[in-house]
Structure formats: C-alpha cells, structure tokens
C-alpha cells in the first residue's frame, strides 16, 4: 500500500458525484445537503458569501472529492490546503504516518499539500467546477456563493518562487489553463443530460477562482518575514490577505496554566516556541501598519487565528518527536488570543478564526463578529462532512455584515471557554472505545455498547423500542439477557456507555436510566407475562444470594429448572443490599428484582447457611452454583492504629441509617468505586465536617469509575492526592507525598514516595483496600484451588468437582455486577446444555441513523433514542472519518447489512479511521480494498482485488494473503460473499474503478 495519493481526472469525480446522488441522494457520503438563502449572503472581499463556514487548510481541503463533500454539507467559505516551495515526494519523506490522531483533542504531524503544487492547483481548479455544479444542477445555491481561500507558505522566498508564483496568478484567474478549459468542456458536452445546469450556465463559471490568501508561517518565524509576506501579497499581488496566527502570541505562562487548569496537565510544551515565535508587542504594531496598508489599496486585511499548536509526544501518539494540537484543547487558547486582539484594536481588527470551532459554539463565535469560521478536527470525528449541515443551520440569519467585532461578547466567550464541558479534559482519561477483536472484512458493523456489555445486552433493540414509547416491548427484550433490571438500572458502572459511539460527539446515549425508565413502566407488565419454562427435571441449588446467585437463578428458573437459593443473610441482594449506600440504591428497588425470581418459582431461603457441597449433593440437587462472593474482608495495618475496614463501615452505615458517631474529620484511603461510597456515606454522617480522599496517584488514575468520582466530588469530598499513608499518630493521618512517574504499558503513571510528608486531621481513618475470595470455604468443600487460592475452573466455570460451578466475586475478586451475571449466564447454560436467550435484536431504520449522524446533541427531555446512532444497523465510522472518502459503503443486494470497502488510490495514509474503528484494527490496512491496477497491488499487503476486465468481470485477488484470479463463474477459495461485493463494485459502482 502506498501512502500517495491519486488524483482522479474530472470526469471520473462527475460520473462519481451524479450517480451516486441520482441513486441515493448523497454525493461522497455525505446524505444531507444543505440549501443556502440566497437573501442571507453576506459579502467579503467584495465577493458573496452564502455561510461563512468551510473546512479549515488540512486535510479536508486537499483533494476536489474533499471539497465537493464539504459544499453539499454545508461548507461555502474554503480554506485550500497550503501550498510551498517544498512539495510531493520531498514533502511526503518528511510525514510520518499516521499522522492524524483525532479521537479526543486532535493532533497531527503533517503540514501542508502532499500533493505536487501543480497537482493541488487542478485539484482546486476541478474542486471549482464541480461546486459550481452542484450549485446549480442540486439547488443547493448560487454558482457564485462560494470562495476559494488559497493558503501559501512559509517565507517570502518560497512564495516568490516561479512554482508558487504560478499558482497564485493561476488561481486567480484560471480561464486559459488546461484544467480550467478540460472540465468546461466536459460539462458542454454534457449539458444535454442536466436537469437545471445550461450551457449558458457553464460558460457563466468564472475563471477568477481566488482573490484571497491566508499566510501561513512555520513557527520561528521572523516578524520582519511575516510582515513582507504580506506587503508582497498586498502591494504586488493585489490580493485581500489574512495573516495566520499562533496561539504562542498569549505567552507560555498564560497556555500552560489555562490548559492545566482545563485538565490537560499531561500536553507536554516548553518555553521555545513562545520565545521564538511572533511576540505579542511585535504584533499589534505590524498588524496596524498591515491595517494602513490594505486600507490604502482597496483590499481587506486581517488575522486568521489560530495555527496549530506544536506540543510534545509524550505517549506514542503519532511517529513523530513534536505534533500539532487542535480541536478541543485549542479552543480557549485561541478564542482567548481572539478577544485579546480584538479589544487591542478597539473591534477593527477582521478576523478569521479556526480551533477548536464545533456546532456548540460556532454560533457565538460569529455572533460575536468573528467569521468566516473554518473547521477540521470536529469534521475528523464520527459524522465527519456531515457535521457542517448543522454548523451551517446554526449560522443562518445569525451572522450580520461585518462592521467590527462585538469586544464585550468576545470576552465573554473565552472567559466561558475554559470551563465549557465541551472543552476541558475529563476526570478520567476516555476509555478505549475498541474491542479486542479483529475488523472482518465483510458485515463488520457492530454496537460497541453490546460488545462492552458483558451479558451482551441487546442495546439498540431496546434503545429503539423506548424511544417510540413501547416499554413493554422494551422491557421484554431487556429481560431476555438482563436478570436484574433495576439492580443494573440504577447501580451499573454501565461500560456500555464508555464505548458509545456518541463519546466522539458529545456524551454517550444514557442507556443505564433508560433500562431504568423502561423496567419502572412496564414492571407489572413484565411481572404478570415472565413465565417459567416448561420443566427440565434438573433440580440446582445457588448458594449464595448476591446478584450473580439472583442472575444464576432467574436463568435457570426461566429455562425449567427447579432452583433453591441459600442465603445467610435475611434478604437477597449481597453487597448491593449491605454494603451499597442506601442513597444509591435501597432495597425496595433491589425487592422488584428479586420479585422475578419469585414468579419464576425459584425456592429463596434467606437467614439460611447453605449445607455444604456434598450435603446438597446428597439432597438431590443436581448442580450446585456457588455465589459466595468475596466476603474475607483485608486490613491496612499502619503504625498507630488499624483503619476501619469499608465494608464494615458501609454495613453499619446501612443498617443504623447514616447516624455513626465518627468524628468530624475522616480520611478514606483509596481511589475505587468502594472509596467513593464509603467518602460519600461519611459526609452524611452527624458532626462530619470534613471527609478527605487520599491516595497516592492523582484522580486521572484513580481506578474508580467517572461518574463514582465526580458524584464524590460534587457531595464535597475532599481529594488529598499524590499522598501515600505511613502512620496514625495525635488524631493526625501521617501521609508521605508521592510524585508521578513514566507511564507504564497501561498508560498509569509510575509513583514514588519523597521524604516530605503531609499531615491530614483524622478522627476516624477507613480504608477501602478490596476483598478476597474465601479460599478456606472453598477448601472446607474440596474445590481445587490456583495459586493465588481461587478455584479453578474450566471455561464453562465448571470446578473439579462434576456440577459444581463458582461465578461472582467469589471467583476472582470483587468486580462488577453485570460481570457477574455473564458469569451466571455460562453457568446456567453449563447446567442446562444450552443457551438461556435467544437473539432479540432487529436492524434499526437506516434512514433515521443517517438523519442523526453528523448532529451534536445532548442529553434532554426527548428520548434518549434520538440520539442512539443505532451502531449494529449503521456503523460506517471509517466512511465518515476519512477526509478523502476512501472508505466507501455499498450496498450488496442479498446483503442485509451494508458493507465497507477501502479504496486504495484515494488513501494517503493518514490514520484517522484507526481512531475510530470499534474493533482493534485499522480499515485503511483491514478491510478489502479496491486496487486500482495490480502493480498498486503488489506495493500492498491489504486483501483486496483489482478489477481486470471491467466488461466480463474478472479480478485478481488477495484473500487471506494468497493470491487468486477470479471470475464470477468460478470463485475458487475466495467466499461468495467477497465475489459479491466485487461484482457490485463492478456493476453498480464502476466509477470507482479507474479507467485502464
């Protein structure tokens, strides 16, 4: 595979764009187009302006296909990838790849067109006509309601160069160049096949492409450069000029204490490039002179902020020593450099702003006066192109002319800026949103939230069925997997929703309160129609009656099985009724889970110590469940007292409601999710007045969960970290600071202790240090038992013991709750031979998921299903991410989900669909892949084929790493599914296959 991209002949991007709009009403994947008012054009650079929104210079204004899907989105305003001196193969030696990294804030490590220069000028000159197209043919505007922004760098030699200096004469008029006059008569001689577009409309394009640049500069560069940069492009070129500023302008005290204080302490960046690059006091000075300047001759000036930021690589983020930081960490930086230029000169100082901009708040930044606004990090994230419609929707009749910059509002937004939700870092580092597995090449959209799930929980189905108010349906198809819905409703740590899809929007899809809402109004339903299956004359005793002993039960009751549950306790519930504080979940709750069991049959005998493993085998139970849990509680010895163990404290919380004489001021050692409640139940107890978390990490690597955290955090807890206990002494919690490390293979900081220490008022110290499994109950029983004193157990958790299974904590520590009930599931089928649940998803309506995609939008008081972007139905992340549409979706009749190929000539190697791709693979190395000729083939390892003979269908193939000839007559080794695919390339999409 090569990482150089092709540029496909004008033709090839009409045929592409009109067949794929006349057959399914999208052009590059793009499924909803925006239509501009005419009446609402503003004017810059004496030019019409139909939304002052487009793609930013980077990677979605490289190639003509890029900028074809930017228009029909929404994009009117676009800032051309930057052109220099150094070009094609030279430029591309010096991109590492992968070089965009976008699944949080963003980073890159490119710099401007890969492309040759003459290359890129075509592209731009095609990219012109084909808007011009659309314009008119699709209603989407007028043919002169668009600009073109050309982007130059980097010094004043470079620009002047012949090469440069023909691009710019010739984008500023193209009329006599081949490209210009090529794709004119193209759309001549195709005139006759145009519904609106007339020939009358084709000769009516202009051939004044551009009157407009950006000025581009590396950082270091000199004022006096910069400013003679300008002066040229002004005085000689004629041309209306914005200079590109760097966020550095704001000093380095300024960045590093707005970015820690937005939680990204760990972006790494020292003094060098604030000192090197343009000073602030440079600046405003050239700028006025600049101001004169252009006033002088007619022409409009002003400032694009911001470039990108240059920051460290720290943690193997990309293959490159230094890397760009944009999207949401830039955001206050250069909304901040903004307000500060904008009060400088008093509101007349034009600027054109880029970083960090997205549809939450385009709005206010062009409502201030601040426009055109270009984009590209948010446009790199799932919805991709299709993010523009709704930028561009936000911004109808909300920009006004411009007549200076409204000062006060600017300062507003970044004063909001640096605590906007949006923006900062989360508590918690994100979780990786991929599964473990391998990306298939065929049918390889998948639910992340399902797969997360340990039961598998049919998300979407239920998702879909709520949002269109059938709670019964909904909650049946919860039941089918979920033993315990109000249990998991109310208390899971809801992993599914830490690999939403919706985490690269905004928030994940609120599927915990959902399954909550739907189990609260169809509960007596689903009470009255759960019924037990017919009778499999199996009889299972479940010794213990925790959540996972409640899973194992209501399992097997409802496959026939004949079930007794021993509890010793006098309710069911385990920890979640001991131990969980009752302002998280109390136990009527926990009683409506534990009323399925009972219409299901199952023999509960609570207060009831469970007989041993052969006494209940000599009672006549066929299998035994043990669901013991993690009940041997561990102890922190220090030096001048023992701690309270937690558990014992949240039990005594629990069954004395709260009122525990402990003092005012207790320490909780810990940083998991049972430190959290145990912090959270202190503060509620009489004369607390202090309640102080220490642990020897920060909160980014605590191991609770975010939302444990933060509900922590909002009840007043106080966080004491980088603090490792030594001794209690005096009513003192003697604690040693620590300081954080390398990060190790886990991405957690190392730690190590200094010889200073801290002192933390302690009249009661508690200590959540986990639990362990009972391995003497196991021994008293003759289980076999690991080295580590947990039983050992086969795949089906099956002892050495014959119908002796362990699930839960009990195994292999304390986890969590739907951990346990998947452990429960395999027991269960274990006992009966086969499966507990059957399959109760269905597709979603793809129509409804494409009009969600592209739309930010957070949680509110519609059903959280119109937010569900329906992944298991529509998945296509690696389609929407690419800036080149090199991951292509097609429809394959006989197929019922749509399918994924990668198109290699289109693909340079950029790395973004890695980001977002749900399993642990990359779909521009991953998936089948269209070649277009077969030496491309041979430069590749990729399975995929090229096409050899368009008319009879026949293909050379790589399927498995070997190599193959196929025809459609006779596949050999390749699957049929494959051929296909191939075939409808072939037949239905043959413009994606290059002429030969």
Known sequence: MSDKMTCMPFSQLMEWIRSEHDKSGTVFGVHRPYHADADRS????????????????????????????????????????????????????????????????????????????????????????????????????????????????????????????????????????????????????????????????????????CNSATISTLHGCPPQEIESIADYLLKEKGMHTFIKCNPTLLGYDFARQTLDKMGYDYVAFGRFHFEDDLQYEDAVPMLERLMELSEGLGLEFGVKITNTFPVDVKAGELPSDEMYMSGKSLYPLSISLAAKLSGAFDSRLRIAYSGGADAFNIGRIAGCGVWPVTVATTILKPGGYQRLLQMAEALDGRVKPFGGIDVAALDDTAKVA???????????????????????????????????????????????????????????VILNKNALPFITGTICAHGCMSRCTRNFYESPVQIRDTKLFCAEKAYEAALSTLERGESLSRRTAVVGGGPSGMAAAYYLARAGAEVTIFEKRPVLGGIVSSVIPDFRIDDKVIAKDVSFLKKLGVDIRCDTEAPSVSELKDMGYDSVILAVGAYKRSSLALPGGEPVNALAFLERFNEQKGKLPIGRNVVVIGGGNTAMDTARAAMRCPGVEHVYLVYRRTKRYMPADEHELLQAVEDGVKFRELLAPERIEEGMLVCKKTVLGALDASGRAGVTETE????????????????????EYYEANGISLDEKGRPRVDSRLGTNIPGVYVIGDGLYGPSLVVKGMAQAMTAAEAVIGGPVADSMGSPAEKAGIYARKGILREPSEEPEAERCLGCSTVCENCVDVCPNRANISLHVPGMEKEQVIHVDYMCNECGNCRSFCPYDSAPYLDKFTLFAKEADMEESSNDGFTVTDMETGLYRVRYLGEMHMVDAEDAGEVPEGVVRLMETVRRDYPYLVPAK
């Open 418 to 476: 640096v605590c906007d939700r949006h923006h900062t870092k989360s508590a918690k580092m994100p979780v990786s949103g991929k599964s473990s597995e391998k990306v298939p090449l065929l049918d390889c959209f998948t639910a992340p939230c399902e797969d997360a799930c340990p039961i598998h929980q049919e998300v979407p189905a239920y998702m879909k069925l709520s949002g269109e108010g059938k709670y019964e349906e909904a909650m049946q």
């Open 756 to 775: 200073e220490t801290e002192k933390i008022p302690a009249d009661t110290v508690i200590a959540a240090v986990g639990e362990k499994v009972p391995t």
């Open 42 to 209: 503003l004017m810059i650079f004496g030019r019409k302006l139909e939304t002052p929104l487009g793609p930013a210079a980077g990677p979605n204004s490289q190639l003509a296909q890029n900028i074809a899907a930017s228009y029909y989105a929404g994009a009117r305003f676009f800032e051309l990838k930057t052109v220099q001196i150094m070009d094609g193969d030279e430029l591309a030696a010096c991109v590492n790849k992968p070089c965009i990294k976008a699944d949080d804030e963003c980073y890159n490590c490119e710099w401007s067109t890969e492309l040759y220069v003459p290359q890129a000028q075509d592209e731009y000159i095609k990219a012109w006509f084909l808007l011009s197209f659309m314009a008119r043919e699709y209603g989407l505007g007028g043919m002169d309601g668009f600009q073109f922004n050309i982007s130059v760098g980097y010094d004043l030699a470079g620009i002047r160069s012949p090469k440069i200096d023909s691009f710019i004469e010739n984008m500023k008029h193209a009329g006599h160049t081949d490209t210009f006059r090529e794709c004119r008569q193209y759309l001549l001689e195709h005139a006759s096949e145009f519904t609106r577009m007339t020939e009358e409309d084709i000769c009516n394009i202009s051939p004044d492409i």
